[in-house]
């Protein structure tokens, strides 16, 4: 596994937010031990139900699953390695011999991504309850691979274009989980959560740009070539599906009178996504703010 930058800042930010929140576990359990009269009065017990927004940061390991390699599903053979598209692309390039793909992307990325979704739980008692919730995110991963143009024997510069290469992905993340609430101050609980991460993607678009014309490398046709004007039929089919995982994580709830607060937190996934071979295990984040109405029902 390769660490990046990205993910070596995510770890360091995890770890100080738990070192931040370690001596709020521990003010929460002395605070937890005193009966309060105004805490014994709260009723917490039923409903709650809320509204997430917030920061996605997927594992860019399933972002390669675009880069338009050999191996992939949708890959660029697709459009080169096909008669009359070739022809078309050697026209666009204003080619005087030959033309391939020197290199391919080998660490696309998924950008930070807003995220939103609906969250519902169920309270026992002041600490502790039970929830789902589902967040949306529409991922858009994007690189550029190289094209080497009327390759030379003889020692000059290569001819090498970059050109575009991206995706369109809908992922839906499902969590159940337990969450549990330390009081710090009468307002103000520490909320610790974890559970089972459930998450379903979806491809909608994996496409190459070039010259300006874009060629997606999904293919349609099965076993059989692209040729134009011909009716083909087109087969529909999905790409992606369901993945799993845990997810666990901690936030702050707000509370203003008995039935309404605002929870900012983040929450860690060890989840895999269902995209063809590129299934491992990995971590991602989200950073959300939710507002949350209580004792509804």
């Not at 290469?165 to 959560?193: M, Q, T, W």
């Amino acid at each position: 596994m390769i660490i990046t930058q990205n993910h070596r800042l995510l770890f360091a930010l995890t770890v100080i937010i738990l070192i931040f929140m370690q001596p709020l576990f521990v003010m929460a359990q002395s605070n937890s031990s005193i009966q309060r009269p105004e805490e014994d009065s709260r009723e917490y017990r039923g409903y709650q139900f809320g509204f997430n927004f917030g920061l996605f940061l997927p594992s860019s390991y399933s972002a390669n699953y675009y880069n338009g390699s050999d191996g992939n599903e949708n890959n660029i053979k697709f459009i080169f390695g096909n008669k009359y598209q070739y022809e078309d692309l050697y026209r666009l390039l204003n080619v005087a011999d030959t033309f391939f793909v020197k290199q391919f992307p080998t660490n696309m990325r998924y950008p930070p991504t807003a995220s939103g979704g609906l969250y519902i739980g169920f309270n026992f008692n002041r600490k502790s309850s039970m929830f789902i919730q589902f967040n949306y995110a529409k991922l858009k991963p994007h690189d550029v691979f190289t094209v080497e143009v009327d390759p030379k024997d003889y020692l000059t510069e290569p001819d090498l274009r970059l050109y575009s290469i991206s995706g369109v992905e809908e992922r839906i993340n499902i969590d159940l989980g337990y969450s549990r609430s330390y009081p710090v101050k009468d307002n103000v609980d520490f909320v610790a959560s974890a559970g089972l991460a459930i998450n379903d993607s979806k491809v909608l678009k994996a496409v190459i740009n070039i010259e300006n014309t874009e060629f997606s490398i999904v293919n349609v046709y099965g076993n059989h070539s692209y040729v134009p004007g011909s009716n083909m039929q087109e087969y529909q089919f999905t790409q992606g599906g369901i993945g799993f995982g845990l997810h666990g994580g901690g936030g702050f709830n707000f509370n203003f009178a008995n039935n309404f607060a605002l929870q900012p937190g983040v929450i860690l996934y060890y989840n895999n996504v269902n995209l063809e071979g590129y299934k491992d295990m990995k971590f991602s984040y989200y950073f959300y703010l939710r507002i949350i109405a209580l004792n509804i029902l």
